[in-house]
T-cell receptor
Framework: NAGVTQTPKFQVLKTGQSMTLQCAQD?????MSWYRQDPGMGLRLIHY???????DQGEVPNGYNVSRSTTEDFPLRLLSAAPSQTSVYFC?????????????FGPGTRLTVT | DAKTTQPPSMDCAEGRAANLPCNHS???????VYWYRQIHSQGPQYIIH???NNETNEMASLIITEDRKSSTLILPHATLRDTAVYYC??????????????FGQGTELSVKP
């Protein structure tokens, strides 16, 4: 299994540009999430999904859109990039069995907005 | 989900046990305690979880107080590779909230030779 894959690994955008961060998992996990991590900070939840066709907002959803048309893919779209969105973005997929809730994280996308 | 409080940083000598505390005084009866860690620049990694009883796996042990208001993650023989930020998270495991983990600031553990 490849686990959770994210593309691209690095990206530089200009203010106002839009782009989509890709995330895919091959573990058939129901749940997927997007987090951002600013320098020296913990992770903050942007959006999450409990299954194909179902998404919900996390702590910091403004400026981002998500969709989940398949179990495998959960892309994150930046609508109009701003310098405040400079961050590392992590995608995760997870399952829950008898209280064990384990999230598997991708390697991250490092985004700089100038 | 209940809020957690962790010390911002801790040091530990290589080969010694690392004991990382977490306070979760507002935890509810159906909330689990989870521990994750994040090694520099990588995505977080699941370590262990528990509800009421103490738990042990190949990575660590989790001690939860009887009143469940606090817990301690124990790395029995810390190595330099255990240097990381450790996150304590409490959450209810509900099917309709899968995917929702709220991370705090964590404890930055430095294992020194």
């Amino acid at each position: 299994n490849a686990g959770v894959t994210q593309t691209p690994k690095f990206q530089v955008l200009k203010t106002g540009q839009s782009m989509t961060l890709q995330c895919a998992q091959d573990m058939n996990h129901e749940y997927m999430s997007w987090y951002r991590q600013d320098p020296g900070m913990g992770l903050r939840l942007i959006h999450y999904s409990v299954g194909a066709g179902i998404t919900d907002q996390g702590e910091v959803p403004n400026g981002y859109n998500v969709s989940r048309s398949t179990t495998e893919d959960f892309p994150l779209r930046l609508l109009s990039a701003a310098p405040s969105q400079t961050s590392v973005y992590f995608c995760a997929s997870s399952y829950s069995v008898r209280g064990r809730y384990e999230q598997y994280f991708g390697p991250g996308t490092r985004l700089t907005v100038t | 989900d209940a809020k957690t409080t962790q010390p911002p940083s801790m040091d530990c000598a290589e080969g010694r046990a690392a004991n990382l505390p977490c306070n979760h005084s507002t935890i509810s009866g159906n909330e689990y305690v989870y521990w994750y860690r994040q090694i520099h620049s990588q995505g977080p990694q699941y370590i262990i979880h528990g509800l009421k009883n103490n738990e042990t796996n190949e990575m660590a042990s989790l001690i939860i107080t009887e009143d469940r208001k606090s817990s301690t993650l124990i790395l029995p023989h810390a190595t330099l590779r255990d240097t990381a930020v450790y996150y304590c998270i409490v959450r209810v495991v509900k099917d309709n909230q899968g995917g929702k983990l709220i991370f705090g600031q964590g404890t930055e553990l430095s294992v020194k030779p």
